[in-house]
């Protein structure tokens, strides 16, 4: 049974950093591409990062490029994003996202606020 536990979140002034962590089980997590997604009220959930099964490679929302970094410990079965610049428009729920055998599957979330 797949389960995307996400972590990490919190209350953090414009500017400031945060990292997130994603635990996985339940399946072979040194094998699937990984991702981190975010959503605001009344709109769609955008995706933020993705990062392949290696780490080798990485693709970022244009918003976020230079700011956020996603990676992976394949031995602990975590993917992590670290946030810094962060700005009020990064504030959301922040997902972490598993694409496997059709479909999507998706941690609870943890909410990331940016303000003053």
């Known amino acids: 049974q797949v389960q995307l536990v996400d972590s990490g979140g919190g209350l953090v002034q414009p500017g400031g950093s945060l990292r997130l962590s994603c635990a996985a089980s339940?399946?072979?997590?040194?094998?699937?591409?990984m991702g981190w997604y975010r959503q605001t009220p009344g709109k769609e959930r955008e995706l933020v990062a993705t990062?392949?099964?290696?780490?080798?490679?990485?693709n970022y929302a244009d918003s976020v490029k230079g700011r956020f970094t996603i990676s992976r410990d394949n031995a602990k079965n975590t993917v992590y994003l670290q946030m810094h610049s962060l700005k009020p428009e990064d504030t959301a729920v922040y997902y972490c996202?598993?694409?496997?055998?059709?479909?999507?599957?998706w941690g609870r979330g943890t909410q990331v606020t940016v303000s003053s």
């Open positions: 996202n598993l694409y496997s055998d059709g479909r999507d599957y």
């Open positions: 339940g399946f072979s997590f040194s094998t699937n591409v």
């Open positions: 990062i392949s099964s290696t780490g080798a490679n990485t």
